[in-house]
């Protein structure tokens, strides 16, 4: 048999002996944390050193010369998903999402769905008046919804200007600047209604309460004992939500 064919079957059975140690073996759970893969990755390539390396020596020396060099072979810099920062995870993910592709398993949107918030970004930056804009940045925007909740008025929706159904489709990047709306409205809520706090929350998926598939973050002006999250739902007049967004937007630092 040529040696290189030897070689490459030498690096095959080293390949499956590395996925085995870093997968779930029978009986365990179907998945481990991120610092036990970290830990068993480094491990393992402690462990064979430079794979090629290795292999070539090892066809090219004595079995005894080969396995010590097998040992002392230096850790070799390995391109590994769970060993780079989240920044540099994102750059090589695709343009639509921070992670892979088995986090955007929960969709809802039906065939064809005609998107609220996708309507008003097509707007942008000269959105109707009854649509009640905010602010509005590159990638994001906000403006005052449709309902207000326990009589608490001056809420608002930060909302993506592309289209992305839920927290799990969002681009990192994109993250940073819906928290610099949300912090933006935050001042200018403190600053025209005289609140005493700010909530935030947001949902993904039916069970999660999502009821427009399009992720967008709830922002709300807080008083004491208010009772927010026990409170009805009431929609607003077209007029009042216009002038609500007129007050936020004059005080938007």
């Not at 070689?7 to 073996?25: A, C, D, F, M, T």
Request: a positive charge.
């Amino acid at each position: 048999m040529p040696a290189e064919t030897s070689k490459s079957k030498v690096r095959r059975r080293i390949i499956r002996r590395s996925s085995k140690e870093l997968l779930p073996q029978r009986g365990e759970p179907p998945s481990r944390d991120l610092e036990a893969l970290l830990q068993l990755k480094n491990q393992h390539v402690q462990k064979l050193g430079s794979v090629k390396h290795a292999v070539n020596v090892h066809f090219s020396q004595p079995p005894s010369t080969a396995r010590a060099v097998w040992r002392s072979a230096p850790v070799q810099q390995l391109r590994c998903p769970i060993d780079e920062s989240p920044k540099r995870a994102t750059e090589s993910a695709p343009a639509h999402s921070g992670f892979s592709s088995p986090l955007r398993l929960m969709q809802h949107a039906p065939p064809g769905y005609d998107c609220p918030f996708c309507g008003i970004a097509a707007t942008l930056p000269l959105p109707a008046p009854e649509s009640a804009v905010v602010l509005v940045d590159a990638n994001v925007y906000a403006l005052v919804p449709t309902h207000h909740y326990a009589g608490i008025q001056g809420n608002c929706l930060v909302i993506p200007r592309g289209h992305y159904e839920n927290v799990l489709d969002m681009p990192d990047d994109l993250g940073r600047e819906v928290f610099r709306a949300t912090r933006r409205l935050a001042h200018a809520m403190l600053a025209a209604f005289g609140c005493e706090g700010i909530s935030t929350r947001q949902h993904n998926g039916p069970a999660g309460n999502q009821d427009v598939w399009h992720y967008h973050l709830h922002v709300f002006p807080r008083y004491a004992n208010d009772g927010l999250y026990g409170g009805q739902k009431v929609r607003y007049a077209t007029e009042e939500r216009i002038a609500l967004a007129a007050r936020l937007r004059a005080a938007l630092p």
